[in-house]
C-alpha cells in the first residue's frame, strides 16, 4: 500500500472528487451549451445490441513493438474529411506505427528529422517540445501546432510526448485555422491515440542502452465485457545522459475505454498521466561563434538545483452516435492540466577571456488548465450530380496559464561564473527574487463548416470556413495592470484536386490563419493578432495497390503582425513584423516490394524576415534550414526454419540554419546522421531488437536560442530490446 502511495504522489495524479469539481465548475462557467450538445449526439437508450462476433470486428491491430507493417496512410483523422489520401487538396504526411517502431522513437523529436520541412526548435532545456513546420515555428505554450486526437495538445506546460500511446502522427502542412482556429500556416501535427480492440493481446517490452538507459513498457488491450473494451499503455523510463549531470526519470499511465451504448452509439475515452523530472539544461556554449571548442559533456548549471518536474494529465471523452448510413454526430470533452516546477542555472554571457560564463539562477512555478468542447454533425447528401460530404461544428474552450517566477542576475560583483573548461560545481547559490507573475485566461467559441465536393469522377473540391471569437485577458499581478483584447477572425479554405487516372492527382490549395498575439505596446493597447496566407501546388501518386505514395508540394506562406521592437518605446513591441516561407517538399513512403518498406523525404525551405524593425530585411529565421531530407528502409525475410527478421537503416541531413536571432554570423552547422536497426523473432511470441543511433558518431547541434544556449546531439548510442507477446 505505501509504494501504491508514492506512485500516486509521484503522478501528482488530482483526487477524482476535485478533477469532477474542477471540471464541473469550468464547464458550468463557460461551456453551458454541453448539454445541448450532449443531447444531440445521444438518442434515447433502447435495447443494446451484443457486440459483434470477432469474425464480424475489423482486424485487430499488434499490441507492442510491430514487424511486418507498413508505411502507407490508412488513415487520416486529422482532416476531418471522408476523402482518400490521395484525392485530398492538402500535404499530409503521415508517421505509422510501424515506421515509429522502425525508428525506435520513444519521443516525438525522435521522428521529426524523417519528415520534409519540419525542424526542431528550442526545447526549454528538454522539458518541452517545440516544433516548426515550414520554418514557422509560433508559440510553443500558447499556439496550436500540435493536436492530441484533433484536440489542442500543446497549450500551457508539457512535458516531451512519450510514443507509448501513439498510434500514428499526422503532419498536416498549410493554414489549419479553418478547423482547428488560431494556429501556425506552415501546418499542424494530430496526435493519434491508440484505441481499444475486442480480441485480447498483450505486451511487454524491456530496453536496455547506453548511457545508463533502461525502459519498460506494457501493452495491453481486450474485452471486458459484451459492450466495454479497454487499452492500457504504461511506460517506466531511467535515462542516462552523455551530458555530465544529466539524468531523466518519466512514467507514464494512458488508460482508454471504449464502451458500445447501443448499437449505433459508442463512447470512447482515452487518459494519459505523465510525469518527467530532469535539470533544466540549456546545452553548449559557442565561443567566437565556434562550437566544438568546449566539450559537448559539459554541463553549465548547478547540479545543487536538482531536477525540473513536469506533471501532465489528460482526460478525454467523445460519444458518437450514427442516425443512418449517411449522418453521424459527435460531443467530445478534452481536459489537460500541466505543471513545471523548480531551479535552474541558466548562462547569460561569455566573458572577453573565452572562458568566464556567466550565469543567473531562475525558480519557476507554472501551471495551465485546458478545457475544450466540441460537437460535430457530419454526413453525404447530393445536389443534383454534386456528391457533398459536410461537416458542420461548434467549438468552445477555456485556457488558463500560470506563471511565478523568481530570478537573480549576479552581475561583476557576484557574477556566479564557472569556467568553462574547469567547472567547480557546488559554489554558493544566490537566492531569486520576484521577476515574473501573470495569468493569462483564454475563452473562446467558435462555429466551422466543411465541405468535401465530388464534382465529377475527375475533380474534387474541399471548402471550409471557421469563425473564432476570443476573450483574451493578461494579469500582470506584480503591477495590477490588466491587458484584454477580444479578437474576432474568420480563416477561409478552399482547394481543388483533378485525378487525370487512377494513379495521379494535381492539386491547388490556399487558406488563412490566425493566432492571438499576448502582452501590449507601449500605450497598453492589445495587439493585432497574427495573420497567415498561403497558397499550395501539388501533385500526387498512388501505387495501384495503395501500398506506395508519394507527394510534392510547392508553397508560399505570408504572416503579417509579428511582434517586433518599437522603435519609439524602447523595451516595447508592436505588431509590424512580416515572415515568409516558400519551398518544395516531397515525401513518399510505403511498401516497395513483399521484402522493402522505406520512407523518404527531401524539403527546401526558404524562410526569410519581409519587414522588422531590427532585423535585417531578408534575414533567416531561427532554426529553419533551407534543406532537410530522409531515408529509412528496411527489408523484412524468413530464414529456413521459418524465424523473421529484419534489418534496415537510413539517414538523415539537415542543413545550415541560423543560430541567434539577429546574428547573421553564428549558424549551426548542417550535419548528416546515420541509423541501423535490426530485429530478430525468436519465436511467434518473443524477439529481440538492436537500434544503433548516430551510427558514426556524428557530432552536431540539434537547434540553438543564443551562443550560449546550443543544443548538442547525442553521440553514438546502442540500445538492445527484448518484446514478449502473450
Do not use: C
Not at 503591477?479 to 474568420?490: A, D, F, N
Amino acid at each position: 500500500m505505501r509504494a501504491h502511495s508514492n506512485h500516486v504522489d509521484r503522478f501528482n495524479i488530482i483526487p477524482m472528487e476535485k478533477t469532477s469539481l474542477t471540471i464541473n465548475r469550468l464547464a458550468s462557467r463557460h461551456l453551458t451549451a454541453l448539454p445541448l450538445l450532449l443531447a444531440a449526439s445521444l438518442p434515447a437508450m433502447g435495447q443494446i445490441q451484443p457486440t459483434p462476433e470477432p469474425d464480424a470486428l475489423s482486424a485487430v491491430e499488434v499490441v507492442g513493438r510491430r514487424q511486418s507493417g507498413g508505411y502507407e496512410a490508412q488513415d487520416v483523422s486529422g482532416t476531418k474529411s471522408g476523402l482518400p489520401l490521395r484525392e485530398l487538396p492538402q500535404s499530409v504526411r503521415v508517421i505509422s506505427r510501424q515506421a515509429i517502431d522502425d525508428l525506435g522513437a520513444l519521443r516525438l523529436d525522435d521522428v521529426l528529422d524523417y519528415v520534409g520541412g519540419i525542424s526542431r526548435q528550442n526545447n526549454f532545456g528538454g522539458l518541452w517540445d517545440n516544433v516548426a513546420i515550414r520554418g514557422l515555428a509560433g508559440n510553443e505554450n500558447t499556439g496550436m501546432a500540435t493536436l492530441v486526437n484533433g484536440f489542442a495538445g500543446n497549450r500551457g506546460f508539457n512535458a516531451p510526448r512519450d510514443t507509448a500511446n501513439v498510434e500514428r502522427i499526422e503532419f498536416l502542412k498549410g493554414p489549419a485555422g479553418a478547423l482547428y482556429g488560431a494556429s501556425e500556416p506552415g501546418g499542424t501535427l494530430n496526435v493519434v491515440t491508440k484505441k481499444p480492440q475486442w480480441r485480447s493481446a498483450h505486451a511487454v517490452e524491456v530496453y536496455s542502452g547506453s548511457f545508463d538507459f533502461y525502459r519498460t513498457a506494457l501493452d495491453s488491450t481486450g474485452p471486458l465485457g459484451d459492450f466495454v473494451a479497454y487499452r492500457l499503455n504504461v511506460a517506466l523510463e531511467d535515462r542516462g545522459s552523455f551530458r555530465d549531470q544529466v539524468t531523466a526519470k518519466r512514467q507514464v499511465v494512458a488508460p482508454a475505454l471504449t464502451w458500445r451504448l447501443t448499437s449505433d452509439t459508442t463512447l470512447d475515452y482515452s487518459g494519459e498521466l505523465l510525469h518527467h523530472q530532469t535539470p533544466l539544461d540549456r546545452g553548449v556554449v559557442a565561443i567566437n561563434n565556434q562550437l566544438g571548442v568546449v566539450d559537448r559533456h559539459r554541463f553549465n548549471g548547478e547540479p545543487a538545483d536538482g531536477d525540473v518536474r513536469v506533471d501532465n494529465q489528460t482526460h478525454q471523452v467523445a460519444v458518437e452516435h450514427d442516425w443512418n448510413p449517411d449522418w453521424k454526430s459527435r460531443a467530445a470533452l478534452s481536459y489537460r492540466q500541466g505543471s513545471m516546477k523548480g531551479f535552474s542555472t541558466e548562462p547569460t554571457s561569455l566573458q572577453a577571456d573565452s572562458r568566464t560564463l556567466w550565469r543567473q539562477r531562475r525558480f519557476r512555478e507554472y501551471s495551465s488548465d485546458d478545457l475544450s468542447l466540441q460537437g460535430e454533425l457530419a454526413g453525404r447528401l447530393r445536389t443534383g450530380t454534386l456528391v457533398h460530404e459536410l461537416l458542420v461544428g461548434v467549438q468552445t474552450d477555456r485556457f488558463q496559464m500560470d506563471q511565478l517566477m523568481l530570478r537573480v542576475n549576479p552581475g561583476a560583483a557576484a557574477p556566479y561564473a564557472v569556467d568553462l573548461f574547469a567547472p567547480a560545481y557546488g559554489q554558493l547559490q544566490p537566492a531569486p527574487r520576484p521577476n515574473t507573475d501573470t495569468r493569462e485566461v483564454q475563452r473562446n467559441t467558435a462555429m466551422y463548416l466543411q465541405d468535401a465536393i465530388t464534382l465529377s469522377p475527375q475533380w474534387r473540391a474541399l471548402v471550409g470556413l471557421r469563425t473564432d471569437r476570443y476573450d483574451q485577458t493578461l494579469d500582470n499581478r506584480r503591477s495590477g495592470v490588466r491587458t484584454l483584447q477580444t479578437p474576432t477572425s474568420t480563416s477561409p479554405r478552399i482547394g481543388l484536386s483533378y485525378l487525370p487516372n487512377s494513379a495521379w492527382t494535381l492539386y491547388v490549395n490556399t487558406g488563412r490563419s490566425f493566432r492571438a498575439n499576448v502582452g501590449s505596446d507601449a500605450g497598453g493597447q492589445p495587439f493585432a493578432p497574427e495573420s497567415g496566407q498561403a497558397l499550395e501546388l501539388g501533385a500526387k501518386w498512388e501505387r495501384a495497390d495503395k501500398r506506395v505514395g508519394a507527394t510534392v508540394a510547392l508553397f508560399d506562406i505570408r504572416k503579417r503582425n509579428v511582434l517586433t521592437n518599437d522603435p519609439a518605446n524602447a523595451g516595447f513591441s508592436i505588431a509590424a513584423g512580416e515572415v515568409g516561407s516558400r519551398g518544395v517538399e516531397l515525401d513518399l513512403a510505403g511498401q516497395l516490394t513483399t521484402h522493402w518498406r522505406v520512407t523518404a523525404s527531401l524539403a527546401y525551405n526558404d524562410v526569410r524576415v519581409l519587414a522588422d524593425n531590427t532585423l535585417a530585411v531578408g534575414s533567416r529565421l531561427l532554426n529553419a534550414p533551407r534543406i532537410n531530407g530522409s531515408v529509412l528502409a528496411v527489408y523484412e525475410s524468413t530464414l529456413a526454419r521459418g524465424a523473421v527478421y529484419g534489418v534496415g537503416g537510413g539517414f538523415t541531413h539537415m542543413g545550415e540554419r541560423l543560430g541567434q536571432t539577429g546574428a547573421p554570423d553564428f549558424q549551426l552547422p548542417a550535419y548528416t546522421t546515420a541509423k541501423a536497426t535490426a530485429y530478430w523473432r525468436l519465436s511467434p511470441k518473443l524477439r529481440v531488437s538492436l537500434d544503433i543511433d548516430n551510427l558514426f558518431d556524428t557530432r552536431y547541434y540539434t537547434s540553438s536560442y543564443s551562443r550560449v544556449w546550443v543544443t548538442p546531439g547525442t553521440p553514438r548510442n546502442i540500445t538492445l530490446g527484448l518484446q514478449a507477446k502473450f
